[in-house]
């Protein structure tokens, strides 16, 4: 019997071991890109299904024109935002980047600003086709984030919620293993394709570091189409929705049977 119950435990400790294990990568991100010689590490969460403070945010995105996908898209709201993005989908309205910054530098670091890097930009949004909605309510909302209007001339990365009725001064100091995570909303009424500039002061020095979203440009439009199909949250199939603003239905209608022209 007490072989048995050795045996029982080491099972036991075994399945916890690999609970945790299990937990820790989804919770914990794989951790910092290498930061080479950067003063700090940047991870970049460009799906913001994933992130808690955009829980109550509806996602949607604008496929490509005729576009002939070989899956249907997934049911839940993660899934969807990878299945849109892999298969051209851009951002609709907003773009939501989490960037996990950790200072690496001895000499510590001033994040003074965040700007947008413009490599394109249409005042009016090059037009596309049908638009993939999903996500709201699911989640909470926190105070840690800051927004950028990228039709501006120098969009600039401001402080999104109110302290005093005034918004802080952007600025963050990172001494060597310190983190900061900045949630980033980024919209337009165009269409724009654009990476991340941190403007940082090490040593009395200014610098630069540029954030892509692992390696590509961050894109984002404004273009509403006539028709698109969405997955209310809470539920699991796919409505089709017409209109400005868009109504929805209430016929499931399935992944497989979406048109995209």
């Known amino acids: 019997m007490r072989s048995i119950h050795k045996g029982w435990w080491f099972v036991v400790g075994g399945v916890v071991t690999a609970v945790i294990g299990a937990a820790a990568s989804i919770y914990v991100p794989k951790w910092l890109d290498p930061p080479d010689e950067r003063p700090i590490a940047i991870n970049v969460v460009s799906n913001p299904a994933t992130v808690p403070a955009w829980g109550n945010d509806v996602f949607s995105f604008v496929m490509p024109a005729g576009a002939r996908p070989a899956t249907p898209p997934p049911i839940d709201c993660a899934s969807v935002v990878d299945w849109a993005h892999a298969n051209g989908g851009v951002d609709q309205d907003a773009t939501r980047v989490r960037l996990v910054v950790q200072g690496v530098s001895d000499k510590g670091v001033l994040i003074e600003g965040m700007r947008a890097r413009t490599i394109r930009h249409s ?60 949630e980033l909303t980024a919209t337009t009424k165009g269409t724009v394709e654009w990476v991340i500039e941190l403007n940082l002061v090490v040593g009395g020095e200014p610098q630069s570091v540029e954030v892509t979203n692992h390696g590509r440009a961050f894109r984002t439009t404004g273009f509403i189409g006539p028709r698109g199909y969405r997955v209310e949250a809470g539920t699991e199939h796919w409505v089709e929705c017409a209109g400005t603003p868009p109504a929805c239905g209430t016929t499931p209608v399935s992944p497989v049977e979406l048109r995209y022209s």
Do not use: W
């Open 123 to 182: 005042a009016r949004p090059a037009p596309g086709g049908i638009s993939l909605t999903c996500g709201g309510g699911q989640g909470t909302v926190t105070p840690r984030q800051v927004a950028m209007d990228l039709d501006k001339d120098h969009p600039s990365a401001e402080y999104a919620v109110k302290v005093d009725g005034r918004l802080p001064l952007f600025g963050v100091t990172l001494q060597r293993g310190e983190t900061e995570v900045f």
